[in-house]
């Protein structure tokens, strides 16, 4: 199994903060969590600004990399 280390500097980010990190434009990051492509964490109260959850979204990614498997 090929191993991958991250460095996740907080669990979750604000969208800004995403945008940020990324790279991806603010309004893309938007439009994205609001189809549902960047799991977000549930929101307690309709106030509440949504978080990306950044473990989820680092583990998609790695799912989705396809990397070859070591073969024992």
């Known amino acids: 199994m090929t191993q991958i280390i991250l460095q996740i500097t907080a669990p979750v980010a604000t969208l800004e903060?995403?945008?940020e990190?990324?790279?991806v434009p603010?309004?893309?990051v938007?439009?994205?969590?609001?189809?549902?492509?960047y799991p977000i964490l549930a929101k307690k109260t309709p106030q509440e600004r949504p978080?990306?959850?950044?473990?989820?979204?680092y583990a998609l990614c790695a799912e989705q990399a396809k990397l070859?498997?070591?073969?024992k």
């Open 68 to 71: 070859p498997k070591d073969s």
């Open 30 to 37: 938007k439009h994205r969590v609001h189809k549902g492509f």
């Open 21 to 23: 990190i990324t790279g």
């Open 51 to 57: 978080q990306i959850n950044m473990v989820a979204f």
């Open 17 to 19: 903060r995403f945008s």
């Open 26 to 28: 603010f309004d893309t």
